[in-house]
């Protein structure tokens, strides 16, 4: 396996690189959310994995459309539009402040001009973009490594998304909280959430958690070289006593979730194999503590698999 596949990158080592980016992350994001209709649990402002990087996939604007792409090879943000103009921002050590206005600028000139809200969400304190000389750091081998970490979760959390035909979210990178999530929910509300994260409404998080869901996800935190987590909302009694696996997974009373170092993955026989489990064993503590109908949400993720055997072929 190469190292490439599974990168090591210590969190204390670029964690000002990280933070820099999270707010420019939120720039492009809160861009997306300006022109997107509202999708339930706020799926329409989400980021993507790609190829390169993170994009926002197509973003509607009146009767024309663009996307953005934080591009982590070239290290540029690239966005089209379906006029056919392009623009590229270059992703450098460079202020908050010069990346929100350069980029507002570009998307400006192209003949999609774009009001946001300008202030950060979920951090505390929230310095508006437009005067953040605070964050300033872009070291390009730790961003590349980050995406190389989102690709193989990406990759993953898309496998253990198949196993679910219930409503489920798409895997999607949200930029408030820095994360790459998916959620799997049992059809049933739940209960009014409390709110209280820093710097946004209480009404954005009811919004986010107005169903009885099973999360799951990963982060450049808790761990030190980041973390796979899972947490279930409600939570059912008893959930933070189940038997998760692997070893090296466990409940954390400060993120009120299960965790799993990144690095125990990164450093095991079957790093594929680890993540699988750890999501499985964490979903069915909810699954089962919670009493999900699972005959009906779950499926056979290999179905496809017996037609291809047989020879049979799609269409005619």
């Not at 999708?39 to 993507?48: E, F, G, R």
């Not at 000389?133 to 898309?158: G, I, K, N, V």
């Not at 979903?283 to 993720?301: C, H, I, M, N, Q």
């Amino acid at each position: 396996m190469s190292e490439q596949t599974w990168p090591a990158l210590k969190v204390d080592e670029w964690t000002a690189t990280r933070d820099t980016l999270h707010m420019w992350t939120q720039i492009v994001g809160k861009i997306r959310l300006a022109h997107a209709p509202l999708v339930n649990h706020w799926w329409q402002v989400t980021l993507y994995v790609s190829p390169r990087g993170l994009t926002t996939s197509n973003v509607p604007y009146g009767s024309e459309s663009f996307d953005i792409e934080f591009d982590f090879v070239d290290h540029v943000l690239r966005i089209r539009t379906s006029l056919g103009g392009t623009a590229t921002v270059k992703l450098e050590p460079r202020t908050v402040a010069s990346f929100h206005d350069e980029t507002m600028t570009a998307l400006r000139d192209l003949g999609f001009e774009t009001t946001i809200s300008a202030t950060p969400n979920e951090v505390d304190p929230a310095i508006p973009f437009a005067s953040d000389t605070e964050h300033a750091s872009y070291d390009p081998e730790a961003a590349h490594l980050f995406w190389r970490q989102l690709l193989q979760a990406d990759r993953l959390f898309h496998q253990f998304r198949s196993r679910f035909l219930g409503k489920v979210s798409p895997v999607h990178f949200f930029w408030g909280s820095f994360d790459l999530a998916c959620t799997r929910f049992s059809g049933r509300e739940a209960p009014t959430h409390p709110g209280g994260a820093p710097n946004c409404g209480d009404w954005v998080m009811v919004e986010g958690y107005s169903r009885e869901l099973s999360s799951c996800g990963f982060w450049p935190g808790g761990g030190e070289e980041g973390a796979f987590y899972a947490y279930a909302y409600p939570q059912p009694e008893g959930f933070e006593k189940w038997d998760v696996h692997p070893a090296g997974a466990g409940w954390s009373n400060d993120f009120v979730q299960y965790l799993l170092p990144y690095e125990k993955v990164r450093t095991a026989a079957d790093p594929d194999a680890a993540v699988l489990e750890f999501l499985q064993s964490t979903y069915e503590a909810e699954a089962v503590l919670a009493d999900w109908d699972r005959k009906a949400l779950e499926t056979d993720p290999d179905r496809l698999d017996m037609h291809r055997v047989r020879g049979e072929r799609f269409g005619r």
